[in-house]
């Protein structure tokens, strides 16, 4: 299994970004998929996750409604949209699979595979 993120970039307070997470080989389906954040200095934090169907999402405390996690297994794509963005959004996003949980989890350690990480810079 081989993931790429994409979609980051520089954007201003107040702005949106939509990222990519492309999963190649594997049974797309099969995974459920999170999103993490590190910024430089922090620990790695839980973003978001969603279910093998799609049908079954879970947030950061820190998102307050301002993301989207979503998949397309159709596509072999998730995405994570981020409104309303705030400077401390700061960090390089991660995204990574699971085949143990269904629902996904808030936990890094129980991803099996991860991608390489994607820039996201906010300007105030």
């Known amino acids: 299994v081989q993931l790429q993120a994409s979609g980051g970039g520089l954007e201003q307070a107040g702005g949106s970004l939509k990222l990519s997470c492309a999963v190649s080989?594997?049974?797309?389906?099969?995974?459920?998929i999170g999103w993490f954040r590190q910024a430089p200095g922090k620990e790695r934090e839980f973003v978001a996750t969603i279910s093998r169907s799609g049908a079954t999402t879970t947030y950061g405390d820190f998102m307050r409604g301002r993301f989207a996690i979503s998949r397309d297994n159709a596509k072999n794509t998730a995405y994570l949209q981020m409104n309303r963005m705030k400077p401390e959004d700061t960090a390089v996003y991660y995204c990574?699979?699971?085949?143990?949980?269904?629902?996904?989890?808030?936990?890094?350690?129980?991803?099996?595979?991860w991608g390489q990480g994607t820039q996201v810079t906010v300007s105030s």
């Open positions: 990574a699979t699971t085949t143990k949980f269904p629902y996904g989890s808030r936990r890094a350690g129980d991803y099996e595979t």
């Open positions: 080989e594997g049974t797309f389906s099969s995974y459920s």
